[in-house]
């Protein structure tokens, strides 16, 4: 294929470059050469007639009137293969950890999702050991979610964690804008827990291009789609999506887009979703599960509001802790009552018995909470806060359970809990009762 250069560059931003040409495609990936030689890449995101706009993959830092621009009449492709399984991979696709480049099984990145005709309701459980996800909102596969934190939350080590308890068969973590130490803590902890073989990771940092970092999630959810139509059962780790939009909008004021909310760009939710929208249990193969951060002020903030609407729930994150209240998982009922027979009545018990136990919260402030009940609400209010919704405690569903009903067992009596005789008679845990029960669970 013929591969036409063209020269006189119409105009340089910070990561955008405008120039006529004919015969360009969108999404199309150009080459930048520089008059010493040296070359750089840029994709065609705008075209308006002959006017063609590109985003500099390596910013416009450098770039001057009389570079030269060949297009290459194709997308921009990122090499697929087993051997990534363990590897480190820049936000433009460039391998990082030290081994060689993937150049042959060439696949397109940030094509269009798979056909819903092709998709299956999703109906399995995704096991992250995290008791306030499996036990309360538990995750489904193919379900996209993200986790709702302020920034400062520990929500990395939360990911990081997650990606080394669940039992995913291939695990991708895109970082959008990491600083390095969270970035290594990704790496040693990964490394320490003996994931390596079945993670792979494109990372972005604070340093990198914005474009790169723009890259990061279809670079991700491209691999994982292939791994996923191999019959593999892939979870996506995405962070910070919110960062990610903030990048998507210093590209479209660079283009001198009309801003809308808060000056993001008027198609964030088309951007958000058609990335989102990769999440599927595929017909014939396996499953596509996304997990994203989306940090905020509050949810009313563009990125939250919009991810809301795209999402089947949302982790919520404060101080350090899973909330209960703040997280739903909207896809919790097609695989909580497959689980275990407990599962799903334990859940509603405890949820119901905290919310109580919250209003005594409120009551005490007025000096009117003193009756035995609710001081023995508030306890157990302390003991849920300090067993179960602890984010970086390791609990397998059935210990979980189990933990949810030595709390039950601790503050109240049977008849208080409001769960039907035939489940209190099996799991209740009486002495030396409940032992046999968890190494029959077990086995």
């Given amino acids: 294929m013929l ?64 570079c030269k621009i060949r297009f290459l009449g194709k997308p921009v492709q990122v090499g697929f293969s087993d051997d990534m399984l363990g590897r480190v991979y820049s936000g433009n696709g460039q391998p990082i950890d030290g081994g060689p480049e993937l150049l042959s099984d060439m696949i397109r990145v940030a094509g269009p999702s798979i056909n819903p005709v092709k998709r299956l309701i999703p109906k ?4 992250t050991g995290v ?3 499996d036990v309360f909102n538990t995750l489904v596969r193919s379900q996209k979610i993200p986790i709702f934190a302020k920034a400062g939350e520990p929500y990395n080590r939360l990911l990081a964690n997650i990606a080394t308890q669940t039992d995913a068969d291939v695990i991708i973590i895109g970082g959008v804008g990491l600083k390095y130490d969270e970035f290594h803590y990704f790496r040693q902890r990964i490394e320490e827990a003996g994931s390596k073989n079945k993670t792979i990771m494109f990372v972005h940092t604070h340093r990198d291009s914005i474009v790169e970092g723009l890259m990061v999630p279809d670079l991700a959810l491209a691999v994982a789609e292939q ?19 903030d990048y998507l909008r210093q590209v479209a004021n660079a283009q001198d887009q009309i801003p809308a909310n808060q000056g993001y760009p008027g198609d964030l939710y088309s951007q958000l979703a058609s990335r989102y929208e990769k999440a599927a249990d595929i017909e014939g193969a396996g499953s596509l599960t996304i997990l ?56 509603n018990a405890m949820a119901r018995l905290l919310s109580e136990a919250e209003e005594r919260v409120k009551a005490q402030k007025f000096g009117s909470v003193k009756d035995d009940y609710s001081l023995r609400l508030l306890d157990y209010r302390k003991t849920f806060q300090t067993e179960l919704m602890d984010p970086f405690r ?23 809990v409001g769960l039907s005789s035939k489940l209190i008679e099996a799991y209740w845990p009486e002495k030396g009762k409940f032992k046999i029960l968890k190494e029959m669970t077990h086995e």
């Fill in 292 to 347: 994203g951060v989306t940090t905020m002020d509050d949810v009313t903030h563009p990125v939250p509001d919009n991810t809301g609407y795209i999402t089947e729930g949302q982790f919520y994150m404060k101080d350090g802790y899973l909330e209960l209240f703040g997280s739903l998982s909207r896809l919790k009922q097609q695989v909580n009552d497959r689980t275990r027979p407990d599962h799903r009545s334990i859940m």
């Fill in 3 to 66: 591969q036409k250069t063209y020269e006189n560059i119409d105009s340089i931003g910070r990561a955008i470059l405008g120039i006529k040409a004919k015969g360009v495609h969108n999404k199309e990936l150009a080459e930048v050469i520089y008059p010493n030689g040296q070359k750089a890449f840029a994709q065609v995101i705008a075209l308006d007639g002959d006017q063609v706009t590109l985003q500099l993959f390596g910013g416009g830092f450098g770039v001057s009137t009389d």
């Fill in 394 to 416: 390791y609990l397998e569903l059935e210990d979980a359970l189990d933990l949810c009903w030595d709390t039950l067992a601790q503050h109240f009596k049977k008849e208080e």
């Fill in 124 to 127: 399995d459980m995704i096991r």
């Fill in 131 to 133: 008791p306030m996800i």
């Fill in 227 to 245: 791994f996923a139509l191999q019959g593999k059962n892939v979870f996506v780790l995405l962070s910070d999506m919110t960062q990610w939009s």
